[in-house]
């Protein structure tokens, strides 16, 4: 082979390392295309964007009778996945679940339609401590679906032996503590969530963007890290299950669904999981509009049919979601219920904090101190 | 493509419009040339020239407040738009990346992870190559069959396999510590660690090693590894001789099909990684995602493509000149 071809077929094999790209890239759009092709108005069909394993099985078989149509699901996994996808010009979604956070980006950029909450006499259902949230004052445009917290999960019988607290965010900050459990821990690789945990360990609020206290939270973490495993996002869940992990900060429903694989798999121990006492993040989903919907006749029936308080609580039963519905707590399996973790007392929940979003500049800075965290 | 194609490929274009008895025949066949390559070249200018470009511009943009990028023209003033937003051009995504040296150290990390796992697949894979090229015919194209095989199930799939494999309760975790324990070493954790990472890149990898390695061994004529016996070479001669330096260009297209990839890759440091395995991949990945400041993800993408045109056109100077070599 000559020299001249052979540096080709180098760069033809570079080159082909890119199909694979590629071709993900072409069918993410064409998907794109087909959601904006199929809801035509005169389909009885209601899009709904929403979380992975977010909505019970059984809830869209009774919604699709209720309403005479089909619902129709795309799944996300973050908040930053279903923005981007929004971004990128994905359309005609009729509903969308977001965080606050993310629901306060779409208000801001004008993507949603306000509600009609003439429509919406279950909205009284509601617990008023879940309205007025500060990004949608008078609940213009949004509706809670469900929450969840940011907590602690632990292998009860190990940290009961090793008489480690867990009503408190220092153990997963403080040596002393952590060097019992050393490599049976993990984190969030979440830059917000972390950094909320840290920040209110330090007395601060999770939304505090000081970048002196930024500094301190990111010193707690440094010191802390060598103790920690890693950076878990959704391994935890099966690691805590299978008893490889003893401790993680983690979501209130994965935590609730490591519970329920360790008792399936009969491991002989039990997973627990409790709130700090210093506070913690609460992620309440709303139910909003998207401005590009074209039936919003139905989108106002499913939101008022999963304000009914049976439909509310079979994800609640499901999950183990917090619920903000009054009128489901009836209609949730007690063992749920009554868990303080996930329906906190009212002194509890005074400490509980939403994220706000932070604005550009504060982003990039936040970023470098995580990469900087990192690589120490 | 037929053989007469190659060499007027090869021997230039003068040559050819010399001959003229063949003119014609010559326009035929770059009329066929170009339907073979021309639909694989738009879909490259397509899909991967301007793409490019969109990142270029990307880079001297503002990134908007909600992710995405801020406008070019100053916006229509509306309530939605906040106070003292910038706009237009910039080079500020350049300069946070030059402001600080932590980009380039998670360069140079990402490098020597890359460099390494290039490294443990070329000596792991190159004795299975020999192998291969060198076993009955029948049995070859089944071991290459082995070789592909694992791609028969996902990515992700097989790197999830990893964590129960090197997971703290498993089996290999509690040989290996209870060979430290007898030594009174003590207990180490297999995964979650640059050691994890390391592994899953090289499995990952490995049969882009393999691949080009055995396409070259394979064509190597057995007459020169007897000539070299016959003219007194040992067994290590004839290797070191004559079968390395014929190897090398397999050996430097497998180099850049595992150490390309490798540089960009973030979801075997996310899921096999500890604490402090971070890649250049999964920063780029969490501009787009998390910290959503596109202009300072494509200043990273750009200085990363960089880095891997300077190493595909090294990697391609060396095989030429490999081969060069061979020539005089």
């Known amino acids: 082979m000559s020299i001249r071809a052979s540096a080709r077929t180098h760069l033809g094999a570079i080159l082909l390392f890119l199909l694979p790209a590629l071709i993900l890239f072409t069918t993410g759009c064409a998907r794109q295309d087909e959601s904006e092709a199929v809801p035509g108005r005169g389909e009885n069909v209601l899009h709904l964007f929403n979380w992975n394993n977010y909505i019970a ?32 010009g994905a359309t005609g979604y009729d509903l969308i679940v977001p965080t606050g956070n993310a629901m306060d980006t779409l208000i801001r950029q004008g993507a949603l339609r306000p509600l009609d909450k003439s429509l919406l006499p279950n909205l009284r259902n509601i617990n008023p401590a879940y309205l007025e949230t500060v990004f949608d004052p008078g609940n213009k445009y949004s509706v809670p679906y469900a929450y969840t917290l940011t907590l602690l999960g632990f292998n009860e019988e190990k940290i009961r032996e090793l008489e480690l607290p867990t009503d408190t965010w220092a153990i997963i900050f403080e040596p002393k503590y952590l060097k019992k459990i050393k490599g049976r821990v993990t984190v969030l690789d979440s830059q917000r969530e972390l950094m909320a945990a840290a920040l209110k360990y330090l007395g601060y609020s999770v939304n505090d963007t000081d970048e002196e206290h930024w500094k301190q939270a990111a010193e707690l973490i440094v010191r802390a890290k060598p103790y920690w495993a890693a950076f878990s996002n959704t391994s935890y869940i099966k690691e805590l299950a299978v ?31 409790s709130t700090p ?21 139905l989108a106002h029936q499913f939101i008022n049919f999963m304000l009914e308080g049976r439909n509310s609580a079979e994800l609640t039963n499901l999950i183990g979601s917090g619920n903000p519905n009054m009128d489901a707590m009836q209609y949730i399996r007690p063992e749920i219920a009554n868990n303080k973790a996930i329906f906190p007392d009212p002194e509890l929940l005074a400490r509980l904090e939403m994220l706000r979003d932070l604005d550009r500049k504060q982003r990039r800075s936040l970023s470098r101190l995580w990469t900087e965290i990192k690589l120490r | 493509m037929t053989k007469k194609a190659e060499q007027g490929r090869t021997e230039g274009r003068a040559e050819e419009r010399a001959e003229v008895g063949i003119k014609e025949r010559t326009a035929r066949q770059r009329m066929a040339k170009f339907f073979v390559a ?91 190559a020999l192998l291969i090229s060198r076993s009955k015919k029948h049995l070859r194209n089944l071991m290459v069959l082995l070789v592909v095989l694992p791609f028969a199930s996902n990515f992700l ?172």
């Open chain 1, 243 to 273: 008893g490889n992990l003893w401790l993680a900060h983690g979501y209130s429903n994965d935590m609730f669904q490591a519970a329920l694989d360790a008792k399936k798999t009969g491991r002989g121990f039990t997973i627990g999981y």
């Open chain 1, 277 to 297: 006492r210093e506070g913690a993040v609460l992620a309440l989903d709303s139910m909003v509009l998207q401005r590009s919907g074209n039936r919003p006749d």
């Open chain 1, 57 to 88: 099985p059984e809830t869209v078989r009774h919604f699709e009778k209720f309403c005479n149509c089909k619902l129709s699901q795309d799944y996300y996994s973050d908040n930053e996945e279903m923005l981007a996808k929004l971004a990128a």
């Open chain 2, 38 to 128: 021309g639909p694989p070249l738009v879909f490259l200018t397509v899909f991967f020239v301007v793409p490019s470009l969109i990142m270029i511009a990307t880079s001297f943009r503002f990134p908007g407040e909600f992710g995405g990028l801020a406008p070019i023209a100053a916006p229509v003033v509306s309530a939605h738009v906040s106070q003292g937003l910038e706009y237009g051009f910039t080079l500020e995504a350049y300069q946070f990346f030059f402001s600080d040296i932590l980009y380039a150290k998670i360069f140079l990390k990402s490098f020597a992870v890359a460099a390494a796992t290039t490294l443990i697949c070329l000596v792991m894979a190159y004795p299975l």
């Open chain 2, 157 to 328: 799939i097989r790197i999830y396999a990893w964590m129960i494999i090197l997971g703290p309760e498993s089996g290999l975790s509690y040989f290996i510590n209870a060979v430290l324990g007898a030594l009174g070493i003590t207990p180490i954790t297999l995964l979650f660690s640059p050691f994890a990472v390391l592994v899953g890149m090289v499995y990952v990898h490995l049969p882009f090693m393999v691949l080009p390695l055995y396409t070259n061994l394979e064509k190597h004529d057995p007459a020169l590894l007897d000539a070299a016996q016959d003219l007194g070479a040992t067994r290590w001669q004839r290797f070191w001789r004559v079968t390395w330096p014929l190897s090398l260009p397999g050996v430097f297209s497998g180099a850049a099909l595992v150490f390309i990839p490798v540089l960009g890759m973030f979801a075997v440091p996310d899921i096999l990684g500890g604490t402090g395995d971070i890649l250049i991949g999964n920063l780029i990945k969490d501009q787009f995602l998390g910290t959503r400041d596109w202009p300072f993800g494509s200043v990273l993408a750009i200085m990363l493509t960089l880095a891997v045109l300077a190493i595909a056109g090294l990697a391609a100077w060396f095989a030429r000149s490999a081969v060069g070599q061979r020539a005089t």
